[in-house]
């Protein structure tokens, strides 16, 4: 089997035997530790997948904070822009327009 696993090119593959006891039950060392190796690969499966489901949580969050951002950019842009504006209707612009 493991001949024909490499030459189908698989490369991750564990051989496990149980020698001595019958395929009729479910006891066996080897068959017990596959199943326990099942077992955590579905586990690792869970935890990446929870990692994927955060990471685009994050994601989101980090896209919406930075449209916040732009947002409040352009307002501050705008406001800078109406004071500044008024700064200069308000304000003399020659020394001789100063009333003393």
Known sequence: MEEYA??????????MADDGYSG???DRPAFMQMMDD?????EVASEK???????KLIKA???KLR???KEAE????????VV?????RTQPHRTQDIVL
């Open 6 to 15: 490499i030459k189908s090119g698989f490369t991750n593959f564990v051989h």
């Open 24 to 26: 009729t039950r479910w």
């Open 38 to 42: 099942v077992i955590a690969d579905i």
């Open 49 to 55: 997948t929870k990692l994927i489901a955060e990471r």
């Open 61 to 63: 969050d980090y896209t």
């Open 67 to 69: 449209d916040e951002v």
């Open 74 to 81: 352009q307002i501050r842009s705008s406001i800078y822009s």
């Open 84 to 88: 500044r504006a008024e700064q200069q």
